[in-house]
């Protein structure tokens, strides 16, 4: 039978029968396997350690070789740890059970090394092996559980906080919204607005059909709109009666919107019948409306100082902001390329001319995107004060790749008159210069045959002007792997 102990060690039954062949180097070798670190201490003499063995590289580097050897254990931990090494001393000496201990070795970094120690007695002169294993695998894990609970605590306070102004603005709304279940049509949420305003059938509304809340003659239309709105996502503006007995008139319009795998409808509640005078007119530039704010395109209206009227979605892509709100009110300026040069030239002709197409220019993000566009613009009286439209079309994709994917310098007048209105002239100047000098450059050295001698005799530089010069402009490698000037093209083979 295996013999079981005190501490819950369960040994060989019959370990002479098995063990007694076991050598001094096999014994070694299974301590070393069994183990990250294992120490041979003289439990009689202040725990020196003897001798040591690790059981990977990976471990001696966490010691990153500290000199443990001829040192008191109990000297090798932190100050916590101290009694714990001494009451695996103690157990070893007495030859009590082994245990498991957890001690902490400091390190040159400053970051305690995690390890558990038994120590075991071994032989007649008060030898003891301590064997241990490392817990840094076992504390870094505990580390990234902490650190993922704590993510998890902090996204569900904000998910909490959100429900709650989801929950007050929607109470506090003043327009009449009902929330309504995609499937089954019946009423989920309704804010006071809306009970308020469908009187008796209003108040007990929720968990009821969305029919139930108007008048018979009324619900096919309802049926109509809802029907419209899970086939397109939107639907006009509906004039329906209610179910009270006092028969009150609404504009009725609904949405859909998708919460996990369900869908829903939001109803808008407006009272007062429908317009039918400017109906047609107003349907058509609702649809105008819808058109820009969904276009791929930006879309800006502002007034001739350049301030903002109205935004569409793509402009406010390209400014990365959220809502037309941040925007309105804010000068176009702000995010184009030069602020301060480039509406000023748009706003100059648009006096002069009304129309503007393909103007150049880059527009910035706030968080630092830069997107090289096309303004289309038009200015458009209303009484005396004019308004502009820009249309504004992101061209990146057009740019030549060499200009898209690399940061070289223009190398053709083509690529160098394209900068215009995107770099300053200045700069401009700069690189014009560049490019004519490495044309000349490039224009002797194919008439010299590629000697590079006779090149800047003709170009009227020195020869170690003309080095530096190819060099700046990378035309050819002269320089040996050393960095010496390589001499065989001087020579003109």
């Given at each position: 039978m295996?013999?079981?102990?005190?501490?819950?060690?369960?040994?060989f039954?019959?370990?002479?029968?098995?063990?007694t062949?076991?050598?001094t180097?096999?014994a070694?070798?299974?301590i070393?396997?069994?183990?990250?670190?294992?120490?041979?201490?003289?439990?009689?003499?202040?725990?020196?350690?003897?001798?040591?063995?690790?059981?990977?590289?990976?471990?001696?580097?966490?010691?990153?070789?500290?000199?443990?050897?001829?040192?008191?254990?109990?000297?090798?931990?932190?100050?916590?740890?101290?009694?714990?090494?001494?009451?695996?001393?103690?157990?070893?000496?007495?030859?009590?059970?082994?245990r498991?201990?957890?001690?902490?070795h400091?390190?040159?970094?400053?970051?305690?090394?995690?390890v558990?120690y038994?120590a075991?007695?071994?032989?007649?002169?008060?030898?003891?092996?301590?064997?241990?294993?490392?817990?840094?695998?076992?504390?870094?894990?505990?580390?990234?559980?902490?650190?993922a609970q704590?993510?998890?605590?902090r996204?569900y306070?904000?998910l909490?906080?959100?429900?709650?102004?989801?929950?007050?603005?929607?109470?506090?709304?003043?327009?009449?919204?009902?929330?309504?279940?995609?499937?089954?049509?019946?009423?989920?949420?309704?804010?006071?607005a809306?009970?308020?305003?469908l009187?008796?059938?209003?108040?007990?509304?929720?968990?009821?059909?969305?029919?139930?809340?108007?008048a018979?003659?009324?619900?096919?239309?309802?049926?109509?709109?809802l029907?419209?709105?899970?086939?397109?996502?939107?639907g006009?503006?509906?004039?329906?009666?209610?179910?009270?007995?006092s028969?009150?008139?609404?504009?009725?319009s609904?949405?859909?919107?998708?919460?996990?795998?369900?869908?829903?409808?939001?109803?808008?509640?407006?009272a007062?019948?429908?317009?039918?005078?400017?109906?047609?007119?107003?349907?058509r530039?609702?649809?105008?409306?819808?058109?820009?704010?969904v276009?791929p395109?930006?879309f800006?209206v502002?007034?001739?100082?350049?301030?903002?009227q109205?935004?569409?979605?793509?402009?406010l892509d390209?400014?990365?902001?959220?809502?037309?709100?941040?925007?309105?009110?804010?000068?176009?300026?702000?995010?184009?390329?030069?602020?301060g040069?480039?509406?000023?030239?748009l706003?100059?002709?648009?006096?002069?001319?009304?129309?503007?197409?393909?103007?150049?220019?880059?527009?910035?993000g706030?968080?630092?995107?830069?997107?090289?566009?096309?303004?289309?613009?038009?200015?458009?009286?209303?009484?005396?004060?004019?308004y502009?439209?820009?249309?504004?079309?992101?061209?990146?994709?057009?740019l030549?790749?060499?200009?898209?994917?690399?940061?070289?310098r223009?190398?053709?007048?083509e690529?160098?008159?394209?900068?215009?209105?995107?770099?300053?002239?200045?700069?401009?100047?700069?690189?014009?210069?560049?490019?004519?000098?490495?044309?000349?450059?490039?224009?002797a050295?194919?008439?010299?045959?590629?000697?590079?001698?006779?090149?800047?005799?003709?170009?009227?530089?020195?020869?170690?002007?003309?080095?530096?010069?190819?060099?700046?402009?990378?035309?050819?490698?002269?320089?040996?792997?050393g960095?010496?000037?390589?001499?065989?093209?001087?020579?003109?083979?």
């Amino acid at each position: 039978m295996q013999r079981m102990t005190g501490s819950g060690v369960k040994r060989f039954s019959v370990a002479r029968k098995w063990l007694t062949d076991i050598d001094t180097e096999t014994a070694s070798t299974l301590i070393t396997v069994a183990s990250d670190i294992a120490l041979v201490v003289n439990a009689g003499d202040h725990g020196l350690i003897s001798d040591i063995s690790f059981g990977s590289d990976e471990m001696e580097r966490e010691f990153n070789g500290q000199a443990l050897l001829g040192k008191p254990w109990v000297d090798t931990v932190t100050l916590e740890s101290r009694p714990k090494i001494e009451a695996l001393l103690h157990d070893a000496r007495s030859k009590a059970d082994p245990r498991w201990r957890h001690v902490n070795h400091p390190m040159p970094d400053g970051e305690d090394l995690p390890v558990m120690y038994s120590a075991v007695p071994v032989g007649a002169r008060g030898r003891v092996i301590a064997i241990g294993r490392s817990m840094r695998p076992m504390a870094s894990m505990q580390q990234r559980l902490l650190e993922a609970q704590r993510s998890m605590e902090r996204e569900y306070s904000r998910l909490r906080q959100a429900e709650t102004r989801h929950r007050l603005l929607f109470q506090v709304a003043a327009e009449a919204i009902i929330v309504v279940d995609g499937s089954s049509r019946k009423v989920v949420e309704a804010n006071p607005a809306a009970m308020q305003m469908l009187g008796d059938a209003g108040r007990r509304l929720v968990g009821r059909a969305l029919t139930e809340a108007f008048a018979p003659a009324s619900r096919r239309a309802l049926d109509a709109l809802l029907a419209k709105v899970s086939a397109t996502g939107h639907g006009e503006e509906y004039p329906l009666l209610s179910a009270a007995e006092s028969v009150s008139a609404f504009r009725v319009s609904a949405s859909l919107f998708r919460e996990g795998r369900s869908d829903f409808y939001l109803v808008r509640l407006l009272a007062g019948p429908l317009d039918t005078d400017g109906a047609a007119q107003q349907k058509r530039k609702s649809r105008v409306f819808e058109l820009v704010e969904v276009s791929p395109d930006g879309f800006v209206v502002t007034d001739m100082k350049g301030q903002i009227q109205f935004a569409n979605r793509a402009f406010l892509d390209f400014v990365q902001l959220g809502t037309e709100e941040q925007v309105r009110g804010e000068p176009l300026d702000r995010w184009l390329g030069r602020p301060g040069l480039d509406f000023a030239l748009l706003a100059g002709q648009l006096r002069e001319h009304q129309t503007l197409k393909q103007f150049s220019t880059m527009l910035r993000g706030e968080y630092g995107s830069a997107t090289e566009v096309e303004i289309c613009a038009v200015a458009v009286p209303e009484g005396g004060e004019p308004y502009c439209g820009f249309s504004i079309r992101d061209v990146s994709n057009r740019l030549p790749v060499e200009r898209r994917n690399t940061g070289e310098r223009p190398r053709s007048v083509e690529q160098l008159t394209g900068l215009v209105g995107r770099v300053p002239l200045k700069d401009l100047v700069r690189e014009s210069t560049d490019m004519i000098e490495r044309l000349c450059i490039e224009a002797a050295l194919e008439l010299t045959g590629d000697n590079r001698a006779s090149a800047a005799e003709i170009l009227g530089l020195s020869r170690q002007g003309l080095y530096a010069k190819l060099h700046r402009h990378g035309i050819a490698d002269i320089g040996g792997p050393g960095g010496a000037v390589v001499g065989g093209s001087d020579d003109g083979d």
